[in-house]
């Protein structure tokens, strides 16, 4: 289920600027990848051209590839919309959609994949919730909207709708930033079960976060503001929290800038 | 909102002077905004009284039933008037020009929100809105001399397939209310176009993303994301349009063939609507008697339109709730 990505030479454009520069990095399954760096880094940016979501903002294009066990994820006979059914995202702000039921809001994906069986789309749903710890806590409301959950309920709501069609990776856009402390935690217990299911990379501006949850850490940096962010280093989680080879990732998460 | 975390001065509302100083410069100013208030709810007020006050006398004098007579005969001294051919007419036209332009102006504001290059959308949305720019007479004249013409065919070949169903049954007429309700769409496409581009331009970036992630098609992203969040946009939307199909007079007037004394349930018979009744009896205000029937027209018109209108208010309303 789960898959590698292999990054290779890629530029990111948006329109004629260049927000990230020359990303070469592979991502093992099974896994938990952190980006951290400061704002503006193109963390972001780069995680959206992992599932092609970077395409969706006007201009926005790619130069390099982006390998998905093996297959480039750029390669001309590849339809977009495909692979966004295998690379799932979660984002920043759990967004839900608010006219939609818990039920059709986990049940969405599936429909769009043509699921209208009720049984299949019930056992899916409560599978979906259970995988993202929400179920015992939602199951006697299902027909009500999503959009009266609390936020971090949301937010698990909104994994339990990534991860309903199965992907084989599982983007998440710093899932936590809008959470409180107790919301977080759930969502990163949430995480490591799932890993053993998924690959996943995750954007986090809170370096406690990426140590407790990720097994591998990647560091992005720019140069100067305007110029395009460019991967400083990657490594073992323990190893760039303890030995950093860069000096730059040292200052970062030593709390000396950013 | 605001109530729920704290209670402070400024929350009290307009309704008291908490926040006045007494100065000129305030003083003028709310007795300014409490003024025109007052005069806009008078004036409404006003209007409704007048036309009550008109139309009783020739209702008390009315020798057939006003709501289900379908007689209109308002010469001296017997007075014999109902609208019910009138309120079918005038609903029936309405309701299939709505199911024209509906459609087209949900199509045409999908498209300039979400599939037109933005350097072509703008020029396009001014292009839509330069149709409520054309008076309702060109519209009435360009329907009767071109139009009229190119729905002959089509209205033959409905009657030819659907005959049998009395809504298209066929009938020799040559304006008839097929013909005054496409041009009905036309002039009530750019509102209802203009209001629909607006609330599927404020669906949440979040919400189309959502979708997309998801592996939705631009299509599926639409139906997923961008229907649901503007349906209640739409719905008042058309409800506003509705109303100014209602009322429209001079280009109804215009098109449809008078066929009094007869009637038919089908769309391609002629007619009158409220308003085309009023504007071709002007000859016969000469009476108060008579003149008041057809403002006892003119009032069931008011409060069809009002209700119209009521219940885009309150559609809008509901939209507040689901934005919170």
């Not at chain 1, 001309?76 to 959609?97: L, Y």
């Not at chain 1, 015992?136 to 069609?165: H, M, T, W, Y």
């Not at chain 2, 054309?134 to 397939?161: C, H, K, M, N």
């Amino acid at each position: 289920m789960a898959q590698r990505i292999d990054v290779k030479d890629l530029n990111v454009y948006y329109g004629a600027f260049k927000a990230v520069e020359d990303v070469s990095m592979s991502i093992e399954p099974r896994t938990v990848t952190a980006f951290i760096g400061p704002s503006g880094c193109g963390k972001s940016t780069f995680l959206r051209t992992l599932n092609r979501m970077h395409e969706v903002i006007a201009g926005g294009r790619v130069e390099g590839t982006v390998a998905l066990n093996g297959r480039d994820l750029y390669s001309k006979d590849i339809d977009p919309v495909a692979v966004r059914r295998t690379v799932g995202m979660v984002f920043q702000r759990p967004n839900p959609f608010p006219t939609m039921s818990i039920f059709d809001n986990v049940a969405a994906g599936l429909r769009l994949n043509g699921v209208k069986t009720k049984a299949v789309l019930a056992e899916a749903v409560e599978r979906s919730l259970k995988g993202a710890n929400l179920w015992n806590e939602v199951k006697d409301r299902l027909d009500k909207p999503g959009a009266g959950l609390s936020g971090g309920q949301q937010q698990r709501l909104c994994i339990a709708r990534a991860i309903a069609v199965e992907p084989q990776v599982l983007l998440m856009d710093e899932p936590c930033s809008a959470l409180d402390p107790i919301s977080t935690l759930a969502i990163e217990d949430l995480i490591d079960e799932i890993k053993q299911q998924y690959t996943i990379v995750i954007v986090t501006h809170n370096m406690q976060q990426a140590a407790r949850v990720s097994d591998r850490t990647a560091f992005f940096n720019l140069a100067a503001t305007g110029k395009p962010g460019r991967l400083i280093e990657m490594g073992d989680t323990a190893k760039i929290f303890s030995n950093p080879t860069e000096k730059a990732t040292e200052d970062y998460i030593s709390g000396r800038f950013g | 909102m605001t109530s729920i975390t704290g209670h402070s001065e400024a929350d009290a509302g307009p309704s008291g002077d908490m926040a006045a100083t007494g100065r000129v410069g305030d003083r003028v100013f709310s007795a300014l905004a409490t003024g025109s208030g007052v005069f806009v709810v008078s004036l409404i007020g006003l209007v409704a009284a007048f036309l009550l006050a008109q139309a009783v006398p020739s209702l008390m004098d009315n020798k057939a039933s006003f709501l289900t007579s379908r007689e209109w005969q308002v010469s001296a001294g017997d007075l014999r008037f109902g609208i019910a051919d009138l309120l079918w007419v005038t609903v029936i036209s309405s309701v299939i020009a709505m199911a024209i332009a509906v459609p087209i102006a949900i199509g045409v504001a999908l498209f300039l929100t979400q599939y037109a290059p933005r350097r072509l959308a703008r020029p396009f949305a001014s292009l839509i809105d330069l149709l409520a720019a054309v008076p309702s007479i060109v519209y009435g004249i360009w329907g009767y001399f071109v139009l009229r013409d190119f729905v002959q065919p089509v209205q033959t070949f409905v009657e030819s397939a659907l005959g049998w169903f009395p809504l298209f049954a066929p009938l020799t007429v040559s304006g008839t209310i097929f013909l005054a309700s496409i041009v009905l769409a036309i002039m009530i496409l750019p509102i209802i176009t203009a209001i629909s581009r607006e609330v599927f331009d404020q669906t949440p970036a979040a919400h189309k993303e959502a979708a997309l992630a998801l592996g939705a098609t631009r299509w599926e992203m639409v139906r997923t994301a961008v229907l649901p969040f503007g349906k209640p946009g739409v719905i008042s939307a058309s409800m506003l349009g509705l109303g100014r199909a209602l009322g429209e007079t001079i280009a109804v007037t215009l098109l449809l063939s008078v066929t009094r004394g007869t009637f038919s349930w089908s769309a391609f018979a002629g007619g009158e609507t409220f308003a085309s009744r009023i504007a071709n009896g002007s000859a016969e205000f000469d009476t108060p008697l008579k003149t008041g029937a057809y403002i006892a027209a003119g009032l069931v018109l008011f409060v069809l339109t009002f209700a119209v209108n009521a219940v885009a208010r309150i559609v809008i309303e509901r939209r507040k709730a689901f934005s919170e």
